[in-house]
Nanobody
Framework: QVQLVESGGGLVQAGGSLRLSCAAS????????MGWFRQAAGKEHEFVAA????????SYADSVKGRFTISKVNAKNTVYLQMNSLKPEDTAVYYC??????????????????WGQGTQVTVSS
């Protein structure tokens, strides 16, 4: 089974930036896509961004478009989330996920996929 290890969360002022990293380990790692979800206190789990592993095509939630950028380095089995112009409403626990699938325009973690342990991002106003 694939294991995902995240890093890069922390506390930042509004308007600041953070970069999250997610390194995958395990045999035969070849997902369809990887991505990020987040969950704020008292709110539901929500999709943030995804990137297809082979083609590199990307997808973003409307709330982060133009501010967040997802990228990957296949040779390192690592995906990144560069977060700029952070807002207090971006405060949440961010989870890396693999393998992602897209069904009817929405992204989901496949039953055979994995979650990272989560990393806290806190944006102060």
């Amino acid at each position: 089974q694939v294991q995902l290890v995240e890093s890069g969360g922390g506390l930042v002022q509004a308007g600041g930036s953070l970069r999250l990293s997610c390194a995958a380990s395990g045999r035969s790692f070849s997902p369809y896509a990887m991505g990020w979800f987040r969950q704020a206190a008292g709110k539901e789990h929500e999709f943030v961004a995804a990137i297809s592993w082979n083609r590199g095509s990307t997808s973003y939630a409307d709330s982060v478009k133009g501010r967040f950028t997802i990228s990957k380095v296949n040779a390192k089995n690592t995906v990144y989330l560069q977060m700029n112009s952070l807002k207090p409403e971006d405060t949440a626990v961010y989870y890396c996920a693999a393998d992602l699938i897209n069904f009817e325009g929405s992204w989901y973690r496949a039953d055979t996929g994995s979650w990272g342990q989560g990393t806290q991002v806190t944006v102060s106003s």
